[in-house]
């Protein structure tokens, strides 16, 4: 059940001067079982306002006691085209992340330069809702945030494909297939180290499937994976099913887990 009105739950910062006031993990507990209190529903998950189809899409990650990690939910949010706020455990406070797949943009209390500086890997997914926060530009003005706290989504993505906990394929692009980088693909604002770049130029210059990737000087089949989920989400990949080299792969196996 979404609830009209959310919750505000206050606390006494212990943050320097200047820094963004982060709600503290075991207030936003208190906070998430107002809602359940709230709702009349016990039942009430981190993921119980989202529509349906994102919903049942996040639910495939939702198996065998494991939890739905920030890639997976970006990567929904993006294939559904549905803004959403991401509240994420770093240490013990709570970043609000919301993405704006239309915009391609971020927005986070935290400068980007000091979210990304966290360990990304650590990261815990505790809830995900619908967006209340606007892009720039949208006539309700009153929910649009600073400008400063906007950023591409692009070079976040990346981030955290290749610095982030999953380091298996996203469902959408694993099983037997053939990759090649997609002519025009903007990665001028992603970093780029001297082994990745040189396995993109080769994807633009030829298909590989995971396995001949995970071959290739400086990668092995992690980082090739990793790769591949960046490339993905910057929009520039391209997944062929019947590609020679797709009938090659003999890996697959263990790469379709959720």
Do not use: K
Not at 205 to 222: D, I, V
């Amino acid at each position: 059940m979404l609830l009209s009105q959310p919750v505000v739950v206050t606390f006494e910062s212990t943050l320097p001067l200047g820094e963004p006031e982060l709600m503290r993990v075991s207030a936003f507990e208190r906070y998430l079982d107002e809602l359940r209190r709230e709702s009349g529903d016990a039942s009430l998950t981190r993921l119980s306002s989202l529509n349906p189809s994102l919903l049942q899409d996040l639910l495939r990650f939702e198996q065998d006691g494991r939890r739905t990690e920030l890639l997976e939910v970006i990567a929904a949010c993006v294939r559904h085209s549905r803004p959403l706020a991401i509240y994420l455990q770093c240490g013990a406070r709570v970043v609000p992340l919301t993405v704006f797949p239309n915009e391609r943009l971020v927005h986070c209390p935290l400068l980007m330069h000091e979210f990304l500086a966290q360990r990304l890997s650590d990261m815990m997914v505790l809830r995900v809702e619908p967006a209340m926060l606007r892009a720039p530009g949208d006539p309700e003005e009153a929910l649009v945030g600073e400008p400063h706290l906007y950023q591409s989504l692009g070079p976040v993505a990346w981030e955290l494909a290749m610095r982030g906990s999953r380091e298996l394929l996203l469902p959408e692009i694993s099983g037997p297939a053939a990759y090649r980088v997609a002519l025009g693909t903007n990665l001028r604002d992603v970093v780029l180290t001297g082994v990745v770049q040189a396995a993109v130029n080769r994807l633009h210059r030829e298909s590989a499937n995971l396995r001949e990737m995970a071959e290739w000087p400086g990668l092995n089949r992690a980082r090739a994976m990793r790769l591949l989920n960046a490339l993905y989400l910057q929009g520039g990949l391209i997944v062929s099913r019947t590609a020679p080299a797709a009938s090659n792969e003999s890996w697959f196996g263990n790469t379709t887990r959720s």
